[in-house]
């Protein structure tokens, strides 16, 4: 379960890795046997009695945990075992691939405790499209990696025992790719997703294009081929 402390931690170890040369790719796990428990219980017990201004605080510290995953220039990928539990489904869908086992299971149990999923609510929609993620944020009920693999909130699913070698799979195919393209891709996706195919599009996608092969790594890349 994360509370204000694992939050900011959170958020200061992503953009430490983040300005970190050496580091290509971030991969986040739980370090028991259930990957994220979401939002601790005990805290938000406590937020009863906080004022509006505090639950606010809290919310944006969450909120900019979550954006602050989602944007990071490295790729990210969610390794997952066991429980995804609100706020955790919200850390899956938040990293750009997930992957998991198959005894993994996930719910977005924030309406059972009368509350709603308001901060990962655009990574959830985003990952799982909009009709799925109404179904299981108004209904809170569990759904096991195979319905996660089908919804699109994670990429594969594998045997618990295969988990780590299929992470490392990734991670070799990320460690191979061009690391300023990686970049460039992240920034791409969000300026081209749900845009219509017109001539801004056209000139857009074009000057990015221009913009890396004229980089010394795309040169590189090209001379290798």
Not at 14 to 30: D, F, H, Y
Not at 65 to 80: F, Q, R, W
């Amino acid at each position: 379960a994360f509370d204000p402390e694992m939050v900011d931690a959170l958020t200061a170890t992503l953009r430490k890795l983040e300005s970190n040369p050496a580091v290509r790719a971030i991969v986040l796990t739980g370090a028991g046997k259930n990957f994220c428990a979401g939002a601790d219980i005990e805290h938000m017990k406590k937020s009863a009695r906080f004022s509006r201004e505090q639950n606010l605080e809290n919310a944006r510290a969450t909120a900019q945990m979550l954006h602050t995953l989602c944007t990071l220039e490295k790729p990210t990928v969610a390794c997952v075992r066991g429980a995804a539990r609100g706020g955790g489904v919200g850390l899956v869908a938040a990293c750009d691939i997930g992957i998991a086992e198959r005894g993994a299971t996930f719910r977005l149990s924030e309406v059972k405790l009368g509350i709603i999923p308001a901060m990962i609510s655009p990574y959830v929609i985003a990952a799982m499209g909009r009709h799925h993620a109404q179904r299981y944020m108004l209904s809170g009920e569990e759904f096991d990696s195979a319905e996660a693999f089908r919804t699109g909130l994670v990429h594969d699913i594998c045997e618990e025992p295969e988990l780590n070698a299929v992470v490392g799979r990734m991670l070799a195919h990320l460690y191979s790719s061009g690391p300023n393209a990686a970049v460039a891709i992240k920034k791409l996706i969000p300026e081209v997703a749900g845009r219509r195919g017109d001539e801004s599009l056209i000139e857009l996608t074009a000057q990015r294009l221009a913009d890396i092969r004229a980089t010394p790594e795309g040169r590189e890349g090209w001379s290798g081929v």
